[in-house]
């Protein structure tokens, strides 16, 4: 990732490793926002390198044991830490069988090296537009539990993200995990991206489907195409109605491909992500309905 900075170091800064919660807690309150905490460090160092940002404070949080968590519980959904990798989602048996959205997410995000370091938690916070953790944990309801000294509170992921590397969080606070509720028997998901030519997505999109003849739950959720992730609720609704499935598809496709306001910039024309739209949505939700 560079933006074409000339810059090879990094900017002078005081390194803290706290054991524990607490020691992390009280070096965010004392430091403000002179502080920046490190996951992976993939992100945050790449920006540092770029002086896009030059906190004098780094707070890596990877020895703080409670952070490390990755839970599932029946009826509960699955907890996932704030220093959990990408590779450790990725081996976890539970994410590839009821949360396939965001297992194929966490596979397809660039090479073993990257997924390795990187951590779902700060790839979230990072808010890139064409980031891919995004549009699976909306697609599911995700929430992100944020502490403080004195503060928890819960955030739904799509609220979270406020715009581009704009996050709903306070100096002070820091993300401990994201909470996935569970997910109904027979429900479906999938994630699908378009990078062809470009280490970004041009567009990316997390379907999940609970076609239940009694309450029927649609969301597609699309990342890369506007400043933040975004839902088609009309390409929804036609989905959660009466009719042959694959009408519906072809419907729903075309109303999504048509209803969302669409970005253009060096990477794509707005028509080629309008395109882009109907054919990935066309795919996942056929391979989603089709698949068994
Ligand atoms: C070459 C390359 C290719 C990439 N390809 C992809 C890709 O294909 N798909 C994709 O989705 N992403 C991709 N990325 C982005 C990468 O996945 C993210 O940079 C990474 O997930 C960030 O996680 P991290 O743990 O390294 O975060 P860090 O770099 O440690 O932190 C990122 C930001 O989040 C903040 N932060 C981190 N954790 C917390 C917390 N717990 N509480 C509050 N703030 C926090 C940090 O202060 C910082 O501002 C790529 C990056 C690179 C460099």
């Known amino acids: 990732m560079s933006f074409g900075s000339p810059y090879f170091t990094l900017p002078d800064f005081t390194y803290h490793k706290p054991k524990t919660l607490r020691e992390a807690l009280e070096l965010l309150e004392k430091y403000g926002d002179e502080a920046k905490i490190l996951a992976g460090g993939v992100g945050l160092i ?38 959990v990798t990408f590779s450790e989602l990725e081996s976890y048996q539970v994410i590839r069988e009821k949360y396939r959205a965001l297992y194929q997410a966490v596979k397809l995000a660039s090479d073993s090296i990257i997924r390795n370091r990187a951590t779902l938690v700060g790839n979230i916070c990072e ?28 955030v739904p992921v799509a609220e979270f993200i406020k715009g581009p590397v704009e996050i709903d969080l306070e100096p002070g606070e820091i993300v401990t995990s994201i909470h996935i509720p569970d997910v109904p028997s027979g429900a479906r998901s999938g994630f699908v991206k378009f990078n062809v030519g470009s280490e970004f997505a041009l567009v990316n999109l997390a379907a999940y489907l609970s076609l239940n003849e009694e309450k029927k739950d649609v969301r597609l959720v699309y990342g890369a195409i506007s400043p933040k992730p975004v839902r088609a609720l009309e390409a929804e609704k036609i989905l959660s109605s009466e009719g042959d499935m694959r009408t519906l598809i072809i419907s729903a496709a075309v109303k999504a491909s048509e209803e969302l306001e669409v970005i253009s910039d060096v990477l794509a024309s707005e028509d080629f992500r309008r395109h882009l739209i109907k054919i990935l949505t066309m795919n996942l939700l056929t391979e989603l309905v089709e698949g068994g």
């Open 46 to 83: 790449a920006f540092m390198k770029e002086r896009l940002v030059s906190p004098s404070h780094v707070i890596d949080i990877k020895g703080i044991p409670e952070l490390k968590k990755l839970e599932y519980r029946k009826g509960e959904g699955l907890v996932i830490g704030a220093t």
């Open 127 to 154: 808010a890139i537009p064409w980031v891919d953790g995004p549009p699976p944990l909306i697609a599911y309801g995700a929430e992100v539990e944020i502490k403080s000294l004195d503060k928890v509170r819960r």
